[in-house]
């Protein structure tokens, strides 16, 4: 599955950054992608973790907002967001797949799993969101 076209948007400077890319995108469901750069890494060469939490808090945020319309855009904010680190990189790219698991009007649930090309389990996050009005 890939994502439509006219839904893509221009990067933000955080996203830029960090090289990342939305590549997916469907009701409750999002697809982030990052090169293993070398300004991600940590002291021990391996990605910081807070690339991986990054990573979560972006797809899980994306997962609860499709709206379908490029024209009507929803936002929302992390209220709460967890993070388990479970194994580290063997490939080159980390992949992370988020699902809107519930929620309501004005909040929702999501999850979402780290892995690489290789199939690497890396991490996994849970996260609570608000709807921004607006």
Not at 54 to 63: I, P
Not at 79 to 101: C, D, Y
Request: proline share 6%.
């Amino acid at each position: 599955m890939s994502m439509d076209p006219e839904l893509r948007e221009e990067p933000y400077p955080l996203e830029s950054h960090l090289g990342y890319t939305l590549t997916e995108w469907s009701e409750g469901r999002a697809v982030v992608e990052q090169p293993l750069l070398p300004h991600l890494a940590n002291r021990q060469g391996l990605p910081h973790g807070g690339v991986h939490a990054t990573l979560l808090d972006t797809a899980m945020g994306y997962a609860g907002c499709y709206t379908g319309d490029p024209a009507r855009k929803q936002m929302a904010l992390t209220l709460s967001l967890n993070v388990n680190f479970l194994s580290r990189p063997k490939g080159t790219r980390l992949i992370v797949e988020a699902r809107q698991t519930g929620g309501g009007k004005s909040t929702y649930f999501a999850e979402g799993e780290v892995r690489d090309e290789t199939g690497e389990l890396i991490a996994t996050g849970t996260g609570v969101f608000r709807y921004r009005k607006g």
